[in-house]
């Protein structure tokens, strides 16, 4: 099924759940109230491909270093349905050798205020008050501190509230090195972030297949449309980030960065393969360095690799090295003033 909401938003709702809740929840409890789960939850009905999101996601919260505890009932040892889950808040707690301070207290008792503010609104006492119609004892002074995911793109909200009510959406697309944008009707599935920058998987109706759409190039504003569609099976959002490592790993680029230097910080994150070698036969540690990186999208690496002038030189594709030369001509062309001829100063 799509996902209602990124899945970083959806772990982290579930982890301040648990901590909030003294004695933990039973699967149902979270699959009904917890943020993330609950847009899909249908009560009484097949929740089967939820449950095994909530696997999964247990499995990833524990490989991530958060001690979820699995307690049994201790009137019906072996039943799966009232098992509880539980974070248990000193399992949980800072070390002891964890210290603060003065002034960095003042700003993390800042930080809490604001993110009080902006957390505990719409969602959050929605899930308190949900959480205590069950019966759970809540303690809000936690969840008040859960700080909302903000993105750039101002497409992101609009098509998150798509997915999560299953609206088709239309929009303008600008695709890689095409001189205008073109109209878009689509079934949004999920929302991935890849390489630091958000995606849209979805269906295309008019092309009737999947596409993924860099948020960064929708032009202008998405409108939401009265076309209804079906979830479809499996996991949209993990199956794209699988495809969009394939194509990153299928289009390597070499690119000679200046040591120490920003270029070399920044694009040394995306190395692929072996991915490291001295530049022109040089040995390690002198002269430049020459980094094998993945690439999804040359428009926009072009676009990265000129920010960083002479720091940075492409190596190859050719086709790149053309699109960085390109944009630094059009930067120098843009700066260049007229010439003076003799006068006064």
């Given amino acids: 099924m799509a996902e209602a909401v990124p899945a970083e938003e959806r772990l982290f709702s579930l982890v301040l759940a648990l901590v909030a809740s003294e004695y ?11 943020q993330g789960y609950r847009q899909r939850y249908r009560r009484g009905q097949d929740n089967a491909t939820l449950e095994r999101q909530f696997e999964r996601d247990k499995d990833d919260v524990r490989d991530l270093g958060v001690p979820l505890e699995t307690i049994e009932s201790p009137t019906e040892p072996g039943n799966n349905q009232l098992l509880r ?3 248990a808040k000193g399992a949980y707690d800072l070390p002891a050798d964890v210290q603060f301070s003065s002034s960095e207290m003042t700003l993390l008792g800042l930080a809490a205020e604001v993110w009080r503010e902006g957390s505990l609104s719409n969602e959050s006492r929605r899930a308190i008050l949900k959480l205590r119609s069950l019966g759970v004892d809540v303690d809000d002074s936690t969840i008040g501190y859960a700080p909302r995911i903000r993105v750039r793109e101002p497409a992101f909200d609009t098509l998150s509230d798509a997915i999560n009510r299953r609206v088709a959406v239309r929009f303008d697309y600008l695709k890689p090195g095409a001189e205008g944008s073109s ?3 689509v079934e949004p599935r999920a ?3 890849h390489e630091s920058r958000w995606h849209l998987v979805g269906l295309d109706r008019d092309r009737r297949a999947s596409r993924t759409f860099l948020l960064s190039r929708i032009v202008g504003d998405v409108t939401k449309t009265r076309t209804v569609f079906e979830a479809p099976d499996g996991d949209p959002a993990r199956e794209a980030l699988a495809e969009l490592e394939r194509v990153f790993a299928a289009h390597p680029v070499e690119i000679d960065v200046v040591r120490g230097s920003d270029a070399e910080r920044r694009l040394e994150t995306r190395v692929i393969g072996d991915g490291l070698e001295s530049a022109a036969g040089r040995p390690t540690g002198a002269g ?5 990186i993945g690439s999804t999208d040359l428009e926009l690496l072009a676009d990265e690799i000129a920010s960083y002038g002479p720091e940075a030189r492409v190596v190859s594709p ?16 843009d700066h260049r003033g007229p010439v003076r001829q003799g006068g006064d100063s």
Wanted: proline share 2%; hydrophobic share 50%; no cysteine.
């Fill in 24 to 34: 933990g929840l039973t699967k149902a409890e979270i699959l009904s109230s917890v």
């Fill in 85 to 87: 889950y539980r974070i």
């Fill in 183 to 185: 109209r878009r009707f």
């Fill in 191 to 193: 929302l991935v972030k």
């Fill in 288 to 292: 430049p360095r020459r980094l094998r």
């Fill in 318 to 333: 050719a086709r790149l090295r053309a699109a960085v030369i390109d944009r630094l001509t059009r930067v120098l062309a």
